[in-house]
């Protein structure tokens, strides 16, 4: 049975993300399928101050929320806007998105993404 | 056309929350349908000290994670917590679930809920 669960994000195993393009970044998956969650997992991510996740795109859609430092976010023509603190970001299905840490501090944001099933 | 886009969560205006047994709570709907979402909200809340949200329960499952302040967060059989920033938790379908702030901070989190499309 699925049950309610707290738990801090600090006890969630962080993993350096490996992605080509990728530098100086980590994710924790705070809550995923293994928790019960059915449509979407929530991911925390960290970006060390010049480091970066390089142009991609993917199937799912992104609704994110910034933490704390600064960070140029961008896609392939004419979306770049330099993100901080209070910020929400969508980046819509197939939309190619990068990331830069720009500032002095650590860019950290949360990264809710679809749960894809298999047909 | 869907397309990137950046805001801050304080341009986004601030609603009351006037469910039956909540009192103090106020609501930033930050991602959702008009922003071009297909799957799930991006919610911002506040409760104010002394403030509530009774049990209540719905078909939409939750994703929280806590900014700040402290609230017993509980539902109806043998769940109850106090949450504080950095923690996480996940609330089943169906499953009622109650927040009261016990602290003397606003008691400020998100929560992630699904769009439930229209048969």
Redesign the interface.
């Known amino acids: 049975m ?9 006890d ?1 195993p962080e993993e350096e993300v490996t992605m080509a393009g990728s530098s100086g970044v980590r994710i924790r998956w ?2 995923t399928e293994k ?6 997992s ?1 991911r ?1 991510f960290e970006i060390k101050s010049g480091g970066q996740i390089g142009l991609h795109n993917h199937p799912e ?1 992104h ?1 994110i ?1 910034v933490f704390s430092g600064k960070a140029r ?1 961008f ?1 392939e023509t004419d ?1 770049e ?1 330099v ?1 901080g603190p ?8 197939y ?1 190619k ?1 990068g990331y830069e840490n720009v500032g002095e501090e650590t860019f950290t944001f ?1 990264c ?1 993404v ?1 749960i894809m099933k298999k047909h």
């Not at 309610?4 to 600090?10: E, I, P, R, V």
């Not at 928790?35 to 979407?40: E, L, N």
């Open positions: 699925i049950e309610m669960l707290k738990k801090n994000y600090l969630v705070l809550i928790d019960g969650a059915t449509r979407y929530m925390r859609e609704e929320y976010i896609n979306f806007t993100a209070g910020d929400v970001l969508f980046v819509p299905a939309e998105h949360l809710v679809p």
